[in-house]
């Protein structure tokens, strides 16, 4: 072999043998059961870099959870689980019947505060659907009873009433622009109103007794053990929201309606659809709410939903949103709602006078609008890119 060509046979040999190599530690590996490479992770994760970059994914894991929307909402429900289960210890709050009344509490609630909460994820809100629940309610009750009308029909005519209701809500506040506290606001007036003065006229009462058996009753009024049909009709609500808002385009477009509107239209979002389709949304499960109660509680009352307005305020900041819109997670909302119930019904449990159940509720609602804002400047805080003399990059 002539000598020019020596290095490069030599180099060929040593590839050789580096392969031959190579294939047998895998094959010795493979044996072990322990994937090909491996040993070099092991011998990584062991030296010194291993604990830093261990260190560095937990620090990743633990700021992607605190920038959860419904991290607050979490804390906040462990936090009152713990107070609660310190103060009622010996009182059954814990029980299966304890558990059942704040469960049937937030349910109720529940059913309107999942809805409104995506509605304030789009950077809207509705203060009419207190209004909604007590027309719904005493109009079923009014067209069933004095009118006698076939029930499933009054219920449908209540739910068609509050359909509209929402309709004309998102139709107002695109045509107009003006801002959804105020169009609500005169909505909820309005239908009040109306509400009284047509059930004073029919009736000359303000509330209606409404007696439904067989396939109604148990649909809206029945029971799984202590657990209320509410239950089932708030858990499928939030299944389906959970389903739209994170599975869905128009998740999508109701984040990006509530972040930045402007932004979003000119992306090619139907911010106008995506806030008439969730006013309508939230005034038909306000509608649903109506009938659930008039057939539970055995008659319709329009002081049903009175105070259901601050109530779901509460749950839905409480459950993470922000009150001007582009953050927040039906799981939050969830969580929050269920909050509510614990408190509201934690109170009675301890013995206490229940109007302490206004003071947690007020602290809970500070805090959560403090830690959600905090939260939400986190998440949206994005590092400038590093130049490679370490000069940030204009």
Known sequence: ????????????????????????????????????????VASVLAGPDGAVLAAGRIRQLAQWTVRRA???????????????????????????????????????????????????????????????VGAS?????????????????????????????GFINGIILIKTRLPSFIVTLATWFTVAGLSLGVTQALTGTTSVSLNVTGAARVLFAGQIGQFNASVIWWLAITAVAVWVLGHTRFGNWILGTGGDVNVARAAGVPTDRVKLYLFVTASS???????????????????????????????????????HGGYGSVFGLFLGTITYGV???????????????????????????????????AAMRVRRPQTTDGAAAR
Not at 8 to 35: F, H, I, V
Request: hydrophobic share 55%; net charge negative; proline share 2%.
């Open 1 to 40: 072999m002539p000598r020019s060509d020596a290095p490069s046979a030599w180099r060929s040999r040593r590839s050789l043998a580096t392969k031959t190599a190579g294939d047998q530690s895998a094959a010795a590996q493979a044996a072990a059961g322990r994937p090909a490479g491996s040993a070099s």
């Open 285 to 323: 499960c306000a509608g649903i709410l109506g009938v659930l109660q008039a057939v539970e509680y055995q008659g319709g009352n329009l002081t049903n939903g009175s105070n259901l307005v601050f109530d779901t305020l509460i749950a839905v900041i409480i459950g993470g949103a922000l009150f």
């Open 137 to 165: 309610s005493i109009f079923t009750s009014v067209w069933a009873t004095t009118e006698h009308w076939n029930f499933w029909l009054a219920a449908v005519a209540a739910l068609a009433m509050s359909v509209l209701i």
């Open 343 to 377: 408190v509201d019904i934690g109170i009675f449990y301890t013995g206490w006078n229940s109007d302490y159940a206004q003071l947690f509720l007020g602290i809970l609602l500070l805090a959560a609008v403090l830690g959600n804002s905090r939260v939400r400047a």
């Open 70 to 132: 419904e991290f607050g909402a979490a804390v906040s429900f462990v936090g009152v689980l713990i107070f609660f289960a310190c103060f009622t210890s010996h009182s059954g709050f814990f029980t299966f019947s304890g558990i059942a009344s704040w469960v049937n509490v937030a349910a109720e609630l529940g059913i309107v505060a999942v809805p409104i909460g995506l509605l304030l994820i789009a950077g809207e809100f509705d203060l009419s659907i207190g209004a909604v």
